[in-house]
Each structure stands twice: as C-alpha cells, then as structure tokens.
C-alpha cells in the first residue's frame, strides 16, 4: 500500500475565508448595490452592451455617484468579477464538505460544488466577457484569491484515509475541478437532449471515473 505524502508547507497556511463581510456603512451598502445591479446588468447585455448611466438608474443611483466608488466601468467589471464570482459560495461549500475517505470526502465535495454552479449559472455569462473582452487580463487575480483555500481542501483529501498515487495535489485538485466543472457543463448545455445512458447514474460513474480511471482491472 503506498504511503502517504509529506504533508507541503501549504498544510501550515491559515484558512481562508472567502465570504464577504456584510456591508456595514452607507458607502459599502451604496457600493453593493451598484454591484448588484451592475452584474444584473451584465449578464443580461454584456460589458460593452452596457453603460454607466445604465448601471446608475437600475441602482437608482444618480450617475455622479458612481464615481465615488468606482473610477470607470471597467473598475466595476472587475469589482464584480471579484465579489460576485460563485466561487466565494463554491469554497465555503467546499470547506464544509464532509468524509472520513477520499471517496466520502469527494463525493460530499462534488455535490455541494456542483448545488452551489446550479444556481449560480450567469456566472459563465461574467467569465465569457473576461475572456473575450479582456482576454482573461484579471484572471490572475482571481487565481491568487481562489487557489489558496482550493489547496487547503487538496490537502484535507491528502489527509483523508484510502492512501492516494504519488501525483502532485495541485494536479488532483485540478482534475477534480476540470472533471465535475464538464459535468455541470456538459449537464447545462446538453440537458434534457441527453440520451438516458448519459444520464442514469452519471454522477456515480463520474466518481469512479475519477478515483479508478476507466481501465477495468486486469
């Protein structure tokens, strides 16, 4: 039985916690709605689709008072790339995941991952305008923020009893976001055209698929 893995220096990083403080003075409450809005608007007509008198009306700001918190359109894009993504609800769902085993743990982890896309589905709308717009210039950022606690939840699987190969966890955790992220994709795109055997069970095969590969035993 191959052993465990020394544990990397990451084990020792304090968490992170992703979930935004509540707005507590008139200007984070002005702030938060000017966000609200801007993402709603979006979503619904895309970054250049969308001006800054249109932001300021749908939340019911005058258009001057945008300036006191954001410098330009942009700033407010990447205000709501930052604080709206799902992936600030995605990681607290993560971190709450429960499991004594790799597969208990993953399972648990997947599902909440995948609860927390189903209803945060506009999100890919912002993503296409990062990619497209602003050829994913603010993705940086957003990998600096997310990747830490990604790795505190690659390290709790590392820890977990069923003894994982020896593959780098920056690798596993990728592969588990990339396999359940075409999950929820592939789920959203194809939905109800699927055939039924892509359907019946799919979860529970993505899981094994996952943990064993497709390669039956010899």
């Known amino acids: 039985m191959p052993a465990k893995r020394s544990t990397s220096s990451t084990a020792t990083s304090p968490k992170v916690s992703l979930t935004p403080a509540a707005p507590v003075t008139k200007g984070e409450r002005t ?46 894009f990447v205000g709501v790339l930052m604080e709206r993504h799902p992936f600030l609800v995605v990681m607290p769902a993560l971190q709450a995941a429960q499991g004594q085993t790799v597969e208990t743990l993953l399972r ?10 189903s209803q945060n589905q ?16 603010h993705i940086p950022r957003l990998f600096e923020m997310f990747f830490p606690p990604l790795m505190q939840f690659a390290l709790r699987l590392e820890a977990a009893r069923g003894p994982l190969r020896d593959i780098p966890l920056p690798i596993v955790l990728r592969s588990f976001l990339g396999l359940f992220f075409s999950y929820f994709i592939t789920d959203l795109i194809m939905g109800s055209q699927m055939p039924v055997a892509m359907k019946t069970g799919a979860f529970d095969h993505f899981i094994g698929i996952y943990l064993h590969g497709i390669l039956a035993a010899e």
Request: charged residues 30%.
């Open 108 to 117: 648990d982890a997947a599902q909440r991952m995948l609860a927390e896309l």
């Open 122 to 137: 506009d999100f890919l709308n912002l993503m296409f305008i990062e990619l497209v717009e602003f050829e994913a210039k």
């Open 31 to 76: 702030r938060a709605i000017l966000l609200d809005a801007a993402k709603r608007l979006f979503v619904s007509k895309g970054y250049h689709g969308t001006s800054m008198r249109e932001i300021a009306d749908e939340a019911g700001l005058a258009l001057g008072g945008i300036y006191n918190h954001f410098g330009n359109k942009e700033d407010i």
